[in-house]
């Protein structure tokens, strides 16, 4: 006597449906960036931008769990427009990317004033850091190859501190440089930095542990 045939567990993923889901998940992310460029993150939630969005409360939680889901997709969604995904150049072309990456901050500005500083968005930058900040190294370390690791790391994170959206906003928020003059700043201390490395990291090395002096080794002795 035959078995019958059980039902496949495989699950078929139709293309139509997975092209609807993904225009869905852009529809909720636009909704959002409209809603972030006037409003602060912490006062949207998922209900509210389901309304946004036109669709049902639960489609929005189908996509985005939680906020920070929301948030993990949209620093990934704006990242590449902001330019922070592409290859690094060459050390010595630093000082360009302040001219190829600030108008991009400027682009998106009102977004990004939103969201920086948040939690749920410095748990997205502190997640990612480490590729970004190990592409930083690796640019130096091939130029520079003769500095010690330390010099690296601590040359590297200074002179990329430079390019970066929160230097951006400072200059341009707190410094009040027009956006033409906050490129030229950026790009000028950049190559600055370039040139104090090559000349003398001395200054980022690992300190030497000093000697205590002849006074503090008798205040320690009195103290016992």
Do not use: C
Not at 170 to 188: I, K, N, T, Y
């Amino acid at each position: 006597m035959k078995k019958p045939k059980l039902p496949s567990s495989r699950t078929y993923q139709s293309p139509l449906r997975e092209a609807q889901a993904a225009l869905t998940r852009e529809r909720i992310l636009m909704a959002a960036k409209a809603y972030l460029e006037k409003h602060d993150l912490e006062t949207l939630s998922l209900r509210h931008l389901a309304e946004l969005a036109g669709v049902s409360p639960p489609t929005v939680y189908a996509h985005f769990r939680t906020v920070d889901d929301l948030v993990e997709a949209f620093f990934n969604w704006l990242s590449p427009r902001l330019g922070l995904r592409n290859s690094l150049p060459p050390l010595e072309q630093f000082g360009e990317l302040p001219h190829q990456l600030f108008p991009n901050y400027e682009a998106y500005g009102a977004l990004l004033r939103n969201l920086m500083n948040k939690p749920s968005w410095d748990r997205q930058r502190t997640a990612d850091r480490g590729q970004r900040h190990g592409s930083w190294i690796a640019a130096v370390s091939e130029a520079m190859p003769h500095l010690t690791p330390e010099q690296r790391r601590r040359g590297a994170k200074v002179v990329s501190a430079f390019f970066t959206p929160t230097v951006w906003r400072w200059l341009v928020d707190s410094g009040e440089f027009e956006p033409r003059e906050a490129e030229q700043v950026a790009a000028w201390t950049i190559n600055a930095l370039i040139e104090a490395l090559k000349r003398d990291a001395s200054g980022l090395a690992d300190a030497a542990p000093t000697k205590p002096t002849r006074t503090a080794v008798k205040r320690k002795e009195s103290a016992r």
